[in-house]
Each structure stands twice: as structure tokens, then as C-alpha cells.
């Protein structure tokens, strides 16, 4: 069986040579991305299914996930505010980064395990198999917007005003969400074949935390490695979404650029292969 | 194969270009008198020495045991052709492992094709497993939403049906109860009233699903047997011959992944029979 039966799906059923490939109705059949709209309800039951479910039999229940931020952030002021205790609202700098780190660490290592975790559904119902790991992402989004209220909050209690420079943060934001999901559909295609993968990113991502300023500034990065800055999409992408928020400016527009692009070409690449390798899936969920 | 590279190598399903484009759409296509499906020459194939390597050192290994280790070949099935017409109810038959649930499963879309083509026309209603994404932390209420979207219904849809799902589950009092509460009855119950709650245009069903007590399994004989009027088409797994005779104009025997025989009922089954009187069990399934 070598011959390869090369052309693509057609969809016209008369075609008198026989190619492989699933059809239906031949009228509306449809390539993923508009298969994946096509289950947008299913998107919807799904992260609120993630949303609800999280904090489930727990008496703050959805506050959690504004609590756990909050923590974290009180306890890195006591940590290293004598280090970096000089930068005006250490708290504020601290927070506005770790928000988005969350997105983009939840939203990651929770997509790249979804297809893995909802194989028992991939073994018995048609679905498009990228809709767990987008779910995945797109809970972290809501998540990620609705702690921005009592981020607000914080601010005015501190007497950090915030202004215009709020419309830049849907850019930062998008991208992170892109740059994740990129991220998750990429490894989250391994994951289906080797399950190592979802550990050796457990370890690698909280290297990637410490390597990217996201508690401390990147000023006291020695200069020998400040090249560092430049391949860690993650310092581009948390400094545009910080800026608006903890300096009330404008990001930096070549930061901006940079991390939209790269998240653009990672969705791209991430969608690319896990496309190529999902119809295999179901043998190896 | 030219396209695998190092995953494709591991692979235990030998991956064919132009494959992995599963689509799969719940339009109707009612007016159309074309055939609801057309199945042509349709192989699945696996390898089977590759079966689980599931963890970077054990695939190591295997390459480094290549050389030895190599692809073992099993089709699950293997050049099925066969077209079903509107209203047409079709029974599928043959013993343990032939690869009865593995053909409906690729005409629900759920595995690819290796070789050959499936065309549906319509909406299919998979009876295949109920309750497939059922969570058992949300409530009924939800879990209808959840499940109906899965099984590709809007969400207006679902909500107008809602009623009448709950109503023919018969479980208005505990609809708002999680699911983990529920008996496997109550879930099974569910599961049946949402998947049946549209009328499809093809109904997948594997096996006869025994569903709750005597009186509900009258209600689901009561709505199969309206879809029979109605003219939906039917796919019916079984090895219930009386239910086959019963249900089926037309049937399939298949056996090691092929189709022994296709035709009339009556035919088919009188083969059947004899080949399962003649064969001991043992013998019957592959090794």
C-alpha cells in the first residue's frame, strides 16, 4: 500500500476515481476552521463548563480566582520588596505581569493535556478536536477579565488612577491569548503521542517564569544576557500588557509589534500541526 | 510512506495525504433522493506492533529496534463498499470483532478513513454511546446544553426541545440535580431523549441499548418505531437475529473486516446462521 493518494478531498461524490477522506453532505462539506465555528455552542458550554467547574464545592467558589493572584502577588512584595522595594507600587507592577503569566501558564498546560483528558469523548462523539484546547485558552481569557475588576479596584485603592492608555490592552491581550493557544495545539499534538511531554513542560514553564521579568524588572538582567529579552516572546508580550496598566502609557509599539507577530506565526504553526496529525488521534487518546 | 516523518513512523496508523480532513455537518439534505450513504472501498488500517508507545524512552527503543520490530499490518476494515438509500433501514451483523462498531464509528465521523470515501447526506444521530460528555458535576440542566452542543444542535433548538426532553426522560423533579447523582438509568434516559429529541436523517445504532425500565423502553420503541414511519434511515448493529429480521429489509454480514454477503434479510441471516452453527467459538475471532 505505498501508492499515495495524493490529490485532496474533493467534494464531489460523482469523481470517478475514488480518494480517501470522510465526506458529507457534499454541499456543506467544510474545512476545520469553519467545522470549528460551526461547534462554536459547543465552545460556549465548554468554558463555562471550565469557569463553573473549577471552583466547585469550594465557599469562595469563583473568588479564587482573583484570591490566587492575589496571593501570590502578597507574597512576592514581602519577598522582594527590599530588592526592588524602590520601584514605585512594587504590588501593582507585580500583579499587572503575573495576571497575564497565569493566562498564558493555565491556558497552556491545561490545553495541551485537553485532548488527552477528553479522549473519552473524541472515542465516541464527532467533534473537532481543537475545540478543547481553544476552550481551554479562552477560559483563562475570562478568567483573566474578570480579575481586571478587582484589579481596578486595587488600583484606586492604592490612588493609581488608569485612563486612556486601557484601550491599548485588548492587543497585548489577544496576543497572549494567541501566543497560548499556539503554544497548546503545538504541544498539546505531542502530548497525544508522548505523554512525557506534559511534564517536561511543567518543569520547563516555571524556568520560563523566573527567566522572564515578570517580579523583577528587566533592568537588572546582566547585558550578556539581555539578548534574552529579545527571544522570550513572553517579555514582549507581558511588558505590552503591563505598561498600559502599571505606567498608564502607551506600550511600546516595537515590543507591541514583536509580540503580536510571533503569537500570529506560533497560532499559525501550532493550528498547521496539530491539524496535520489529529485524524490519528483517536488512536492514541 | 513518503510523508511520516519521526511521528509519522510511530504511528500505528499508517497515514494516508488527504485523510485527516474529517468534516462533518448536520444539514439536511432532504430533497435530495441521492443515497443517505455511500460508502466505497473503504479500509481502516492499523499497525499493531506500534500499538503503545506512549512515552519518548519506550519509542526510543523502538527505533532503535526497528530493524526487527516491523510494521505489522491489521485491518479492522478492509475494501467495504455499500450505498444505503433514504428510509432504508440496514442491519449489520457477524461475530465478535468483524468490525461492525468500527464501521459505524468511521461513518459518525469519528475515525478516518485509511482508504476510501464516506459520504453522508444528512444529520446522524449516533447512538453509538450515550451520554459520550455527559459531566457528571453539572447539573441535568446543563448537561443537556452540554451534550446537544456535542451533538452539534444550536443552542435555540436546544432550548425550545427543552421541555420535551426533560418531560420524555421523565426527570422534571431531578433536572437540576448534578449528574453524579443520578442512576445509570436516570444518565442512560437522558442521553437517549436528548440524542433523539430531532429527528435525524441517518440513525447509528449499535446494538439494541436497553434503556431504563419496561415502561421507558416502550417510549424509546414507541420513537424508533415513529422514526421507522417517518422514514428515517437506519443502521442497526446487532446480534439479536429476531430484531434484525424485525427491523432490517436489508443486512450485511461481515467478518474479519470484509463483507461476506449483502442482500435480503431473510438471506443473509440464513447464512449467518449456519456459518455460526458450523464454526465453534474459538475459531470465530482473530487472534
Known amino acids: 500500500m505505498t501508492k499515495a493518494f495524493s490529490s485532496g478531498p474533493s467534494v464531489r461524490p460523482e469523481s470517478v476515481t475514488p480518494e480517501p477522506g470522510i465526506y458529507f453532505a457534499e454541499h456543506c462539506s467544510s474545512g476545520p476552521l469553519l467545522t470549528l465555528f460551526r461547534y462554536r455552542e459547543l465552545l460556549r458550554q465548554l468554558v463555562i463548563r471550565e469557569v463553573k467547574l473549577r471552583y466547585k464545592r469550594s465557599v469562595l467558589g469563583f473568588a479564587w480566582t482573583v484570591l490566587n493572584p492575589l496571593f501570590a502577588m502578597a507574597i512576592f512584595t514581602m519577598v522582594f520588596s527590599r530588592i526592588f522595594g524602590d520601584r514605585p507600587n512594587y504590588p501593582l507592577y507585580v500583579i499587572t505581569a503575573l495576571l497575564g503569566w497565569n493566562l498564558f501558564s493555565l491556558g497552556t498546560s491545561r490545553g495541551l493535556d485537553s485532548v488527552v483528558i477528553n479522549g473519552p469523548i473524541i472515542r465516541k462523539v464527532f467533534v473537532p478536536k481543537a475545540i478543547f484546547p481553544v476552550a481551554s485558552v479562552a477560559s483563562q481569557v475570562v478568567n483573566f477579565v474578570f480579575s481586571l475588576v478587582p484589579l481596578f479596584l486595587f488600583m484606586v485603592a492604592i490612588g493609581v488612577g488608569f485612563g486612556r492608555s486601557l484601550l491599548w490592552l485588548p492587543i497585548p491581550l489577544l496576543s497572549l491569548a494567541c501566543f497560548a493557544l499556539g503554544i497548546a495545539l503545538l504541544l498539546g499534538t505531542f502530548n497525544v503521542f508522548f505523554r512525557d511531554v506534559k511534564y517536561f513542560y511543567e518543569a520547563g514553564v516555571l524556568a520560563w517564569f523566573y527567566a522572564t521579568p515578570i517580579f523583577y524588572p528587566p533592568e537588572i538582567i546582566p547585558d550578556t544576557f539581555k539578548f534574552l529579552l529579545y527571544v522570550n516572546p513572553m517579555y514582549a508580550l507581558l511588558e505590552s500588557l503591563r505598561t498600559p496598566l502599571y505606567q498608564g502609557t502607551a506600550p511600546r509599539l516595537d515590543l507591541l509589534f514583536l509580540g503580536l507577530g510571533i503569537s500570529l506565526f506560533t497560532l499559525l504553526l501550532g493550528w498547521a500541526v496539530f491539524h496535520r496529525f489529529e485524524g490519528r488521534f483517536i488512536h492514541y487518546v | ?287
Open chain 2, 1 to 287: 510512506m513518503s510523508r511520516s516523518g519521526k511521528l509519522g513512523q510511530a504511528s500505528r496508523l499508517l497515514h494516508l495525504p488527504g485523510v485527516d480532513q474529517v468534516t462533518h455537518d448536520h444539514a439536511s439534505t432532504r430533497s435530495s433522493d441521492r443515497p443517505v450513504l455511500e460508502i466505497r472501498d473503504l479500509s481502516i488500517r492499523l499497525l499493531l506492533h506500534r500499538e503503545r508507545t506512549t512515552s519518548i524512552r519506550e519509542y526510543a527503543i523502538r527505533v532503535l529496534k526497528r530493524r526487527r520490530v516491523e510494521r505489522d499490518q491489521f485491518w479492522p476494515l478492509r475494501e467495504v463498499s455499500f450505498e444505503v438509500n433514504r428510509g432504508e433501514r440496514l442491519g449489520i451483523i457477524g461475530p465478535n470483532g468483524a468490525g461492525k462498531s468500527t464501521l459505524l464509528k468511521v461513518i459518525a465521523g469519528i475515525i478516518p478513513p485509511s482508504v476510501g470515501r464516506v459520504v453522508v447526506r444528512g444529520r446522524i444521530a449516533p447512538l453509538i454511546e450515550l451520554g459520550a460528555g455527559f459531566d457528571p458535576y453539572l447539573t441535568g440542566r446543563e448537561n443537556v446544553f452540554l451534550y446537544g452542543s456535542l451533538l452539534g444542535f444550536p443552542q435555540k433548538e436546544l432550548e425550545r426541545r427543552f421541555d420535551r426532553i426533560v418531560t420524555f426522560a421523565e426527570l422534571e423533579e431531578f433536572i437540576d440535580v448534578p449528574l453524579m447523582n443520578y442512576s445509570v438509568g436516570m444518565s442512560a434516559r437522558l442521553g437517549f431523549a436528548i440524542a433523539t429529541t430531532v429527528e435525524p436523517d441517518l440513525l447509528l445504532l449499535d446494538e439494541l441499548f436497553s434503556v431504563g425500565d419496561a415502561g421507558f423502553q416502550k417510549k424509546c420503541e414507541q420513537r424508533m418505531e415513529s422514526f421507522k414511519v417517518k422514514g428515517v434511515t437506519i443502521l442497526l448493529v446487532s446480534h439479536d437475529m429476531n430484531l434484525i429480521r424485525q427491523t432490517c429489509s436489508r443486512t450485511v454480514f461481515l467478518q474479519h473486516g470484509r463483507i461476506v454477503a449483502i442482500g435480503p434479510t431473510d438471506e443473509v441471516v440464513a447464512g449467518y446462521e449456519r456459518f455460526s452453527a458450523s464454526s465453534p467459538p474459538g475459531q470465530r475471532t482473530r487472534p
